[in-house]
């Protein structure tokens, strides 16, 4: 590479806010359409998102939990199979969100 390209590159991966080699990996992938190149910003984003549906995953087994030990006492009873569904969904949601991330 010359030394142009080398400083282009160390600017653009310097403003995405990555390390080259994850960067050198996304352009890759993207010009050879295995995976959208997502910018430094939207990696971070995806990174929260995943974040906040491990937590809300968490507060729902936590949930689960206490209402098939019996400590709550004071709700109705949920159908275990929709609170299963629950979960699942979030697990894929995490999936999905981990798979932009690859």
Avoid: C, W
Avoid at 13 to 40: C, H, I, P, Y
Avoid at 68 to 97: F, Q, V, W
């Amino acid at each position: 590479m010359t030394p142009e390209i080398i400083e282009k590159l160390a600017e653009r991966v310097q403003s995405e806010k990555m390390k080259r080699s994850d960067f050198l990996r996304r352009v890759l992938n993207a010009e050879l359409g295995l995976k959208r190149l997502l910018t430094g910003i939207e990696i971070e984003e995806i990174k929260a998102a995943r974040r906040e549906v491990n937590h809300i995953g968490n507060n729902l087994n936590q949930i689960a939990r206490k209402i098939n030990s019996g400590e709550l006492h004071n709700i109705n009873r949920i159908d275990g199979n929709y609170l299963n569904r629950i979960i699942e969904t979030i697990g894929k949601m995490e999936s999905a969100i981990s798979n932009q991330l690859l």
